[in-house]
């Protein structure tokens, strides 16, 4: 299969099948977790915390006090990879395009120099918090087998999208191809491992927030 | 058409009233083109003079005739024409005055007196579904390229469909459509694709060879790197525009007007591999993307079934959204059938349920 092939492949047959799975998967994670319910909780709220599950959907997003200096690379490390990975997903302009073909949303992008920054700095930042992880006996511990795939998984559309905007391989048409397939496998495997936080977060923020807030707990 | 070999370029070149001047520079374009250093402009000049003709049999099989049209009506008088005359043209269906009988005579004539010299220069696909599909005076095209190709000191495939297929071979290929290199073996094939090819990319193919005598070197697709070792997009004057985010939305808007990059309309320039943003097209006057239109991508295999010419390259060559509806209700049916399994599990817990008495705690076992 020529290069060409292999991607005209990924944006044709290769995309409906991943984003098929993964809608797939996300479909059916919310509707396991939304369905189990819980029991009724017969006391009554406490008055004293309306709003916690939409605060705490914020504040989760800070450090606690003292936390920053205590963790600086898991929180640097952190912000820096999700907020370089959001731009350069969301604000290369050939990446809005393919929003565009999918949902006919659009919006502007940035110059390319910037995205380039930014999805460098992520690269930079996933293989720091990667170093963190190795060195770490009680990280490295911690780690499981999901979560060393779901790092390189990450990795891969990164380093692929990088190497084919600087051209690092003779063949470009092969290293698009590669992004773009790379990028397949991340949104098959997204719902159905630890990556499906890219959606669950939010719910379980404001559902912990909320929970938390009716039984006293100040968000 | 059929002149006596052994006539020098150097002769035709006078007769053609083509300066010096303008031979030598050809000649430094060649020496620039295969990286080579300016002391060797002489020696291909002098190579090119002294060249014997060189015979050449040009077969014509599921093509448009669009590769001849590019050559011969390029820009006259050229030295890439001119080089083309030089040749001997021995066999040429669409150019030659003589025809049936007569033509493959000619033909026949020309294999048996410059055996294991001769170019064999192919243009158009071949059918490989029924012979029937495609035939030269009652002979199929499979037929007469691997018996012309046996005698010939190299085939060179002209155009994308001798090349890749093309056209011809572009899903659902009905005639079963294969390009040379996939029939030719045992014989050096080089592709100069290109739908059509840019006529010096031809020439210079054929000006290699009189003066080398071989074949230039080649990239992975059997291409001449010379001419199609970098892409559009890397050589393009638009490739700023790109850089700082500024595209063209539609072929009449502002950006358009304002000579911003095509990327949005569909150009295919990052993923195509020719020299067209360099040489230029009609005695470089412009190319396709000068001229306000993205590039198609036609020197690359398989362009035809690319996707859309008028779709960014990041966008989906097939429609996503049915198959995302479906696999959305997939979803929602396996969810709702997992989330009857675990309430059947919670209801079965709780009915299995045991109330833990004082007695039992205190119970010795
Ligand atoms: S017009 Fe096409 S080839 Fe030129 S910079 Fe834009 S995308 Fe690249």
Redesign the interface.
């Known amino acids: 299969m020529?290069?060409?092939?292999l991607?005209?492949w990924g944006?044709?047959?290769g995309?409906?099948l991943a984003?098929?799975?993964?809608?797939?998967?996300?479909?059916?994670?919310?509707?396991?977790i939304l369905?189990?319910g819980r029991r009724a909780d017969l006391a009554l709220p406490r008055p004293n915390s309306p709003g916690s599950g939409w605060r705490t959907m914020l504040t989760r997003s800070l450090p606690p006090p003292g936390m920053l200096r205590r963790a600086p690379l898991t929180y640097l490390g952190g912000y820096v990879f999700h907020i370089g990975m959001a731009v350069a997903v969301f604000l290369f302009?050939?990446?809005i395009?393919?929003f565009?073909?999918?949902l006919g949303l659009h919006w502007p992008?940035?110059?390319?120099?910037l995205v380039d920054i930014a999805s460098i700095a992520a690269i930079v930042a996933l293989l720091a918090l990667l170093v963190g992880r190795l060195v770490d006996p009680v990280k490295r511990l911690l780690t499981t087998t999901g979560d060393w795939l779901a790092w390189a998984l990450t990795f891969a559309p990164l380093v692929t999208g990088y190497a084919a905007y600087h051209?690092v391989f003779e063949d470009?048409?092969l290293t698009?191809a590669m992004h773009i397939l790379s990028v397949e496998l991340l949104v098959v495997v997204l719902p159905f491992s630890k990556l499906f936080h890219a959606f669950s977060l939010f719910l379980a923020r404001w559902y912990n927030g909320e929970i938390s807030g009716r039984k006293g707990v100040a968000s | 058409m059929n002149r006596p070999a052994g006539n020098a370029l150097g002769k035709v070149f006078s007769a053609a009233g083509i300066s010096r001047r303008d031979f030598l520079g050809f000649c430094a374009t060649l020496a620039a083109a295969y990286a080579l250093p300016a002391s060797s402009v002489g020696a291909i000049a002098a190579a090119l003079e002294k060249a014997p003709r060189t015979s050449v049999i040009w077969l014509s099989f599921q093509e448009c005739t669009g590769c001849t049209e590019s050559l011969t009506r390029s820009h006259t008088p050229s030295i890439e024409g001119l080089i083309l005359e030089q040749l001997s043209l021995d066999y040429h269906h669409t150019l030659q005055a003589a025809s049936g009988e007569a033509a493959e005579r000619a033909r026949d004539e020309s294999m048996r007196i410059n055996a294991g010299k001769y170019l064999l220069v192919v243009d158009g696909s071949v059918p490989l579904g029924n012979p029937g599909y495609s035939t030269i005076a009652g002979v199929s095209n499979v037929d007469m390229l691997m018996e012309t190709a046996k005698g010939a000191a190299a085939v060179i495939a002209v155009g994308t469909c001798a090349a890749y297929g093309g056209l011809p071979a572009a899903q659902p290929n009905p005639t079963g459509a294969v390009p040379v290199s996939r029939l030719v073996r045992d014989r050096p094939v080089i592709n100069v694709p290109g739908c059509p090819p840019i006529p010096v990319a031809i020439t210079g193919v054929l000006a290699h060879f009189l003066t080398f005598r071989s074949l230039p070197e080649l990239d992975d697709r059997g291409r001449p790197k010379i001419f199609y070792g970098e892409s559009i997009h890397d050589r393009c004057y638009r490739r700023p525009f790109y850089d700082q985010g500024k595209f063209a939305d539609s072929f009449d808007d502002e950006g358009a007007r304002k000579g911003w990059c095509l990327f949005k309309l569909g150009c295919k320039g990052p993923v195509t591999h020719n020299a067209c943003a360099t040489t230029k097209w009609n005695n470089g006057v412009s190319f396709p993307i000068q001229s306000g239109h993205g590039c198609l991508g036609c020197s690359e295999p398989d362009f035809w079934d690319a996707g859309s010419f008028y779709k960014a390259l990041s966008m989906p060559v097939t429609p996503v959204r049915k198959a995302v509806a479906g696999a959305a209700a997939a979803g929602a049916a396996v969810g709702a059938a997992v989330a009857f399994a675990n309430r059947a599990k919670k209801t079965a817990a709780k009915a299995a349920h045991e109330a833990v008495k004082v007695e039992d705690l205190t119970k010795k076992s």
């Not at chain 1, 020529?2 to 092939?5: A, D, Q, T, V």
């Not at chain 1, 479909?27 to 396991?32: D, G, H, K, S, V």
């Not at chain 1, 992008?109 to 120099?113: A, E």
């Open positions: 020529s290069g060409l092939e991607l005209t944006r044709g047959p995309l409906v984003l098929g799975l993964c809608i797939f998967g996300v479909i059916l994670r919310f509707a396991e369905a189990l302009v050939p990446h395009e393919l565009r073909g999918l992008g940035l110059p390319n120099p051209h470009y048409t698009l």
